[in-house]
Nanobody, 120 residues
């Protein structure tokens, strides 16, 4: 059983930056998803096991950067130029396969989520 633990959420102003972290042990491709109140959970970014391949949702491309440090068993999401519409609970997820996973259903393991609130 993989245990994922997100951290780094908080309340920031529009235009600010925030970095989320997700601690996870093992060989997994990983991703970030988010869920705003009243909306479905949506894909944000994905990274393969080695960190050599990444993919982003159009809504965050150019503002968010996903990365990982396998020596520290940690994945990151650097979020810059935050907007009010980025407000959501952010979840990290892991899949047994090593390649990129873009769909919610391709991930088997989920963290508890961390709240990101961006004030306008």
């Amino acid at each position: 059983q993989v245990q994922l633990a997100e951290s780094g959420g908080g309340l920031v102003q529009a235009g600010d930056s925030l970095r989320l972290s997700c601690a996870a042990s093992g060989r997994y491709a990983m991703g970030w998803f988010r869920q705003a109140p009243g909306k479905e959970r949506e894909f944000v970014a994905a990274i393969n096991w080695s960190g050599g391949s990444t993919f982003y949702a159009d809504s965050v491309k150019g503002r968010f950067t996903i990365s990982r440090d396998n020596a520290k068993n940690t994945m990151y999401l650097q979020m810059n130029s935050l907007k009010f519409e980025d407000t959501a609970v952010y979840y990290c997820a892991a899949r047994s396969e090593l390649g990129l996973g873009l769909g919610l259903t391709t991930y088997r393991y989920w963290g508890q989520g961390t709240q990101v609130t961006v004030s306008s």
